[in-house]
Structure formats: C-alpha cells, structure tokens
C-alpha cells in the first residue's frame, strides 16, 4: 500500500519563477494539507483541500495556491519565488473527519536562488 | 506563524540512556501528536494523545497529554543509536484539523 508520494523530490528554481509541487495522497485519503518547514524548524500550515476545494489556510501570501483533483491528487503552487521560499515542502493526508492520522510524504526540497 | 515551544533543542546521549522532552503552549490543544523525523524524510508519527492526563506507550516510547491541555511530553527509556532524529511535538487544533509543531528536539546517540 503505497503511502503519500510527493514529486519531485528536489528543485532549484530562480527568484521570480513560478514552481509546481503535486503529491499523491495515502490511498483511501481524501483530505491533502501542504505544510512548508523551513530549515531547522518545525513544519508550517500552508493550506488543507477537500472535495477539489481549499478548506483552510494558514498564514501565507496569495502566491501560494494550489488545487485537488477528482482523484484527490493535489498541486501546491507558488508563483514570483523569493530566496525566503526556500524550504522542505510536505504533503500529509488523511480522511477528514479521523481523530488523527495524517501520514506525512517525504516532502520536495525546494532551492531558490 | 504560531509554534508550539518545545525543549530541549538538541541532546546527544550515551546509549542505553532515557531521554524526556517536553512541549508547551499557550493555547489548549484536544488533540497532542509527536512526530520522528529522519533526514530525507517527513515526519512519522509515534504516539497520538486525545485526552488530558493520558498516559499512553508505544514500545520505549511513553507520552503523557497534560492536564491542563497545554502541555505534553516525550520519554523514550533505554535509547539506541536508530533513535537518531528530530523529534516534533504537535498540538491539532480541533475546529480544524490543522497541525502547529514545535521547533523540534534534534536526539543524538552515541553508541
């Protein structure tokens, strides 16, 4: 049973640049959080979707959007890159609703330079 | 944005020794979660607590969720050198679901 797989799993991108992230959730999840962790801290809450729709959003600046797809597969996106954006991006899942539960990706190591 | 205070930031220990970490906040939690992560990796969660004076183990690992609903902490007895890694505390907030951590507790090992 394949758990949450993120891709790809590093990037450099220019300042400026737009970027793409997509993740795969656990199987038999529906909810998709994106969470970004910056060096020697822990994970942030950027934003969580279910039903294709964004539920909640943490403390981040419109250049970050995504989008969840019918089969619950998800995009972070994040456009004009600052040096500040670069991070270890992680995708979690789980069932909306569970007590616990979500199962974290190993994340894209984003580099902006 | 909002973290949980979590301490000590780092300890290196001689195999065999116990290890406890600690997290606080300024808000209450329902819900109490640690994490493990490894380099290259996302977090891998140890121990869920859902009740305020639980005390719950997984294996070496034991938690307790204060009563107060504000703080929480970790044990781990008789370390080993693959429990290398950071350790994440995190509070889940329950209108949400969304997850604050702590800056984390990085564990070293000697054997």
């Known amino acids: 049973d394949a758990g949450v797989t993120q891709s790809p799993t590093h990037l450099i991108k220019t300042r400026g640049q737009q970027v793409t992230l997509r993740c795969s959730p656990k199987s038999g999840h529906d909810t998709v959080s994106w969470y970004q962790q910056a060096l020697g801290q822990g994970p942030q809450f950027i934003f969580q979707?279910?039903?294709?729709?964004?539920?909640q959003r943490g403390n981040f600046p419109d250049r970050f959007s995504g989008h969840q797809f019918p089969n619950y597969s998800s995009e972070l996106n994040v456009n004009a890159l600052l040096l500040g954006d670069s991070a270890l991006y992680l995708c979690?899942?789980?069932?909306?609703?569970?007590?616990?539960?979500?199962?974290f990706g190993s994340g894209t190591r984003l580099t902006v330079v | 944005g909002q973290q949980l205070n979590q301490s000590p930031q780092s300890m290196f220990i001689q195999e065999g020794e116990d290890v406890s970490m600690n997290c606080t906040s300024s808000s209450i939690f329902n819900t109490w979660l640690w994490y493990k992560q490894e380099p290259g990796e996302g977090p891998v969660l140890l121990i869920a607590?859902?009740?305020?004076?639980e005390l719950t183990s997984n294996g070496r690992l034991t938690a307790q969720f204060g009563i107060t609903r504000k703080d929480s902490f970790l044990n781990i007895s008789a370390s080993i050198p693959s429990d290398v890694g950071i350790y994440f505390c995190a509070g889940q907030e329950s209108n949400t679901g969304k997850l604050i951590f702590g800056q984390g507790t990085t564990l070293q090992v000697k054997p």
């Open positions: 979690a899942s789980s069932s909306l609703g569970a007590d616990y539960g979500y199962t």
């Open positions: 607590l859902y009740k305020a004076g």
């Open positions: 979707y279910y039903e294709e729709e964004e539920r």
